[in-house]
């Protein structure tokens, strides 16, 4: 019997880790935000609304059921007597490279805002393209992430802003992941091989 289930275990191991997971285009991605700069090619900065922001390359997790969970950190640059803000994105791409589901939060001077969990349901429109439906979560993340940063009565420019930039990043990423459109592309970078993980999100955090 014990040789039985482990036969068993052996067989879903092999068929979980068959399945490929979507390729992460890290150089598309950079290239998008206006190329990969600073310490070792990690980070890129740029303008928005005229204040400055800086993302650093993704973290890139392989998860058991062949998706993949990528975790971004994004800093609103305040100048040289300010303290920056930093933020985090992380969004969970299925084996097809569709994502599942996002969150974001943004940490202001010790004051932490961390958006719900927005999951793909499918309730929109299961016909819908899935840029459409990537799109959907994403504004949804910082239709929510927004509006508890205007409850804490946040008026500085480039933090009242810092919500688009978290949906820009989460944009320019979904379209850095696998090919939801359908276009045949030649991978650019292929990022560094981890050990699978069981993914556990912890549906509490707020």
């Not at 598309?28 to 090619?41: A, H, M, N, P």
């Not at 204040?51 to 040289?80: A, C, Q």
Request: contains cysteine; aromatic residues 8%.
């Amino acid at each position: 019997m014990n040789t039985f289930f482990a036969l068993i275990h052996v067989t879903i191991f092999m068929m979980v880790n068959a399945v490929a997971a979507p390729m992460v285009h890290v150089d598309r991605f950079g290239i998008s935000l206006g190329g990969w700069d600073g310490k070792k090619q990690k980070y890129a900065e740029f303008e928005r609304s005229g204040s400055k922001y800086r993302t650093w390359k993704p973290e890139v997790t392989p998860i058991l059921n062949g998706g993949l969970f990528i975790s971004l950190r994004i800093d609103h640059l305040r100048g040289m007597l300010a303290s920056d803000d930093h933020a985090s994105l992380e969004v969970t791409f299925r084996a097809d490279g569709s994502v599942e589901s996002a969150r974001s939060s943004i940490a202001l001077q010790g004051r932490r805002i961390t958006s719900d969990l927005i999951t793909d349901t499918g309730k929109f429109s299961a016909k819908a393209a899935g840029l459409d439906r990537a799109a959907k979560v994403g504004l949804d993340m910082v239709t929510n992430l927004s509006s508890k940063i205007f409850r804490e009565n946040v008026k500085e420019p480039g933090r009242v802003t810092f919500p688009a930039v978290l949906n820009h990043n989460y944009n320019l990423l979904c379209l850095a992941v696998g090919d939801l459109h359908k276009q045949q592309v030649s991978p650019i970078e292929v990022v560094e091989k981890a050990e699978p993980v069981k993914l556990e999100i912890d549906k509490q955090k707020k």
